[in-house]
């Protein structure tokens, strides 16, 4: 069984917060329909984020701006049990599908917002993408440190945490909708992720020092919590600002003798003398390869991981006997690993129903669900309200 | 409607990150919480960020290596519909409150376990610290750029804060469950696997991916990227999709951009070397007027932008002031403490703050009488056996 069987939600989002959220709850055995524009989700053709986070859903692609495809729509949602959209806020006003509408078609579902900045304030109409949060939220600077550039993240952090928080949200409301039979407005933004992300950062008090930990191109917080490189020019993480890790270090390098050097006695001292201590233990680290380094403090248990490579996660033992990664056909990418599903429960499981869908990929299959017959679809397709897999692969 | 989780209670055994965040994000949509800390405290008592992540609880403190503070808290247990830890695996059980445990004392609890690399698997027992896990995701390799390049670590603590948004999740996913089964259930939640989920555009693997190689710390894209302005102040530039491509080309006079091939690829695919030349050329663009001039001219026309600025001056960004985002407690010893506020709203059962972090114990006493029925004479004799 899977905790979210039997639930119904509609997808009316693109690129990545929105998706996200929805994935999330197809992760947890909800049947999701993705609605699509014609043209797709412009996500689409970053291919392996597409697939990411589209997983486990069904695709339709349908004309929204026309009447007949705007009543499918209707016709989806009146059935449903969560809405998920992430649009610029307005657009759905505009075609008929803001919160207020779809109660009028649906008065008990839940309709998650995961948005940009909100629904109100000076800033709700703007676009929201999370590199411009990153920017204005003091992430980009924190990163990147006092009096150096500000730092881009790789990872998109604010758009997995807003659907992270949003899923949360609309968990909720799934719960209490349980009891009470009633349904609400689940609201999520990446302004508010970018505070979650931030929560020890975000903080002041009267004589609170502001420390800007960042830097250019940064290993480490100090020499304790720190990357070093090591004879076969790996990188290892090390982490070991309690005494007893760092005693266990001294050990388990060979270096028993820093022990009993002067400079390195107490955590202040260690701190004082910071770069000397990174520079010893650059130097010790760089003298054997990383195999042999992880097999010696991990026998210590001194804390410490290779900075692995894609590959190597997805080859890595741990991964592998959990389960971690799980692997689903594609009719054009032949066979497509996804990241395993978060939580694992005692007692039931979650499940990735197939990889990202093609566009249109299930109109027909949704359509014939709702009472279309064979006519009407091939009517609708003609008259380019819904459009099919094959047809959009010729365009 | 009253808040979701009201009449809920949640036993925190958590300490660092990661239980305690989620135990504050179920707290603050109604779950009565109750922290419980060993003699010692909680480790992150000494940290600024303690109070924010543990505020709206109650604070006890029980030595579960004593039998007579394991039976306290297992007699929490049979009253608790969630209980939360984040030792390493095995501790838990040990300590007498693992879920073996926990699933005799009250099948209906939903107990959530989170660790660095989950409850099963080689690295099981491999102390879990945030930075460790990151780095076995990929994460630092893939921020510092493939090839030589060094990792980049980063400051932010990511996989814990991911832990905690998908452990307060997954618990509310129980807690469905259990609306229909009446049973409880073991949540397993890790470092690892939160991670891999944020990054997970990433990791997708297919035998025709390509990866682009890269190494650019203010983003690889022209057209999404920081840039700076003549005054040095730096901005974000987002031209997420072509149509803002469009749009930017014809704000700056430069049309022919539409028909340029070096553009192929655009908004995200523009590779080496084509990317760096672009970068060179917007660079000289930029440096034409002040950061504040171009945002100004840019937003006029709805091109996405916006300045990098530091976290404190986001603590007075209008939009986190009207989504309520910023709030004030005060805290002994600290004064009024500014801090975020509840994230995820939820129209007719919006959650609330309940009031500041507890101190070691603050609640103890009152715990042990109002809800266990504990004497004035027992809860003495517990204080001197130092049981709580």
């Known amino acids: 069984m899977h905790p979210l069987e039997g639930f119904r939600v509609i997808d009316l989002t693109t690129m990545i917060n929105g998706p996200v959220a929805a994935m999330l709850l197809s992760d947890m055995g909800a049947e999701v329909i993705k609605i699509e524009p014609p043209d797709g989700d412009p996500w689409r053709p970053m291919l392996g984020g597409f697939l990411a986070y589209n997983r486990g859903k069904r695709a339709i692609s349908i004309n929204m701006k026309k009447e007949e495809g705007k009543e499918i729509a209707r016709k989806l949602i009146a059935k449903a049990d969560v809405l998920v959209e992430n649009a610029r806020w307005g657009v759905w006003h505009r075609l008929g599908l803001d919160y207020d509408s779809v109660i009028k078609i649906n008065p008990d579902i839940i309709y998650l917002t995961v948005t940009g900045h909100g629904t109100s304030g000076p800033f709700v109409n703007m676009p929201g993408y999370d590199p411009l949060l990153q920017a204005r939220s003091g992430q980009m600077v924190g990163q990147g440190g006092k009096d150096c550039p500000p730092v881009f993240y790789v990872v998109p952090l604010n758009d997995v945490a807003s659907p992270m928080l949003g899923a949360y949200g609309a968990a909720l409301a799934l719960l209490q909708r349980l009891r009470t039979g ?19 950062e975000l903080m002041d008090y009267p004589g609170l020092e502001h420390i800007n930990k960042g830097g250019d191109r940064l290993i480490g917080l100090n020499a304790a919590i720190s990357h070093y490189q ?125 990889t990202g869908p093609l566009l249109g990929q299930h109109t027909a299959e949704v359509l014939a669900e709702l009472g279309y017959t064979q006519e009407e679809i091939d009517r609708l397709v003609e008259k380019k309200v819904a459009f099919l897999m094959e047809e959009i692969e010729e365009e | 409607m009253k808040q979701v989780l009201a009449g809920f209670r949640v036993l925190d055994f958590g300490h660092y990150i990661p239980g305690p965040y989620t135990a504050m994000l179920l707290a603050e949509q109604g779950a009565e919480v109750i922290k419980i800390e060993p003699p010692a405290g909680d480790p992150m008592r000494s940290e600024k960020g303690f109070v924010v992540l543990n505020r709206s609880k109650k604070g006890m403190v029980l030595d579960l290596k004593k039998e007579e503070g394991k039976k306290i808290a297992q007699a929490l247990i049979k009253k608790a519909d969630v209980v939360i830890e984040n030792f390493k695996p095995g501790k838990a059980d040990q300590l007498g409150i693992g879920y073996e445990t926990v699933k005799v004392l009250n099948p209906s609890t939903v ?31 893939e921020q510092g750029g493939t090839g030589i390049a060094s990792p980049v670590f980063l400051v932010l603590p990511l996989a814990s804060y991911y832990s905690a948004f998908m452990a307060a999740y997954s618990i509310t996913i129980a807690l469905i469950a259990r609306e229909k089964t009446g049973k409880g259930q073991q949540v397993d939640i890790s470092l690892l696997n939160s991670i891999m989920a944020a990054s997970c555009g990433g990791l997708v693997n297919f035998e025709a991916r390509e990866r682009v190689p890269r190494s650019y710390q203010q983003g690889g894209s ?53 990317n760096e030349e672009l970068i060179e050329m917007f660079e000289k663009i930029f440096a034409e007027k002040t950061r504040d001039e171009w945002l100004e001219f840019l937003q006029a026309e709805d091109i996405p932008c916006g300045p990098a600025l530091s976290v ?70 517990l204080k001197q056996e130092k049981v709580i």
């Open chain 2, 312 to 381: 404190e001056a986001f603590m007075d960004d209008p939009q986190v002031i009207a989504n309520d985002m910023v709030t004030e407690i005060e805290e002994p010893g600290l004064g009024p403490v500014r801090q975020m506020g509840v994230p995820v709203r939820l129209s007719q059962a919006p959650g609330a703050i309940k009031g500041r972090s507890p101190q070691k114990g603050e609640h103890t006493e009152e715990i042990l009488s109002n809800s266990l029925n504990y004497s004035a004479e027992e809860i003495s004799r």
């Open chain 1, 230 to 354: 090591t004879l076969d020019k790996r990188w290892l993480m090390l982490y070991c600002p309690q005494e007893h890790q760092w005693q266990g270090l001294c050990r388990a390098l060979g270096r028993e003798e820093l022990l009993f050097d002067l400079r390195f006695a107490t955590p202040e001292k260690r701190a004082e003398n910071d770069k000397a201590l990174a520079e010893l233990l650059a130097k010790t680290l760089g003298e054997r390869p990383a195999e042999y380094w992880l097999e010696v403090l991990s026998q210590a248990d001194v804390p410490v991981s290779l900075g692995q490579v894609n590959e190597e996660l997805l080859e890595d033992p741990h991964c592998l006997e959990n389960g971690f990664f799980e692997e689903r056909d594609h009719p054009q990418l032949g066979w497509v690993k996804h990241h395993g599903i978060t939580p694992r429960f005692s007692d039931m499981t979650g499940i990735i129903r197939r």
């Open chain 1, 182 to 200: 009633k349904g609400q407005h689940v609201i999520m933004s990446l302004t508010n992720a970018s505070i979650c992300l931030q929560a020890m």
């Open chain 2, 111 to 141: 107990h959530c376990s989170i660790s660095g690399y989950g409850q099963f698997g080689p690295y099981r027992n491999r102390p879990g610290w945030d930075p460790i896990v990151t780095s076995t995701a990929t994460v630092y390799v």
């Open chain 2, 222 to 274: 022209p057209v999404y990227r920081l840039y700076q302005g003549s005054d040095g102040k730096w901005f974000f530039l987002a031209l997420g999709n072509l149509a803002f491509l469009a749009k930017f080309a014809i704000a700056i006079g430069h049309e022919e951009w539409l028909t340029d091939e070096r553009f192929e690829g655009a908004p995200f695919m523009i590779l080496p070397p084509v």
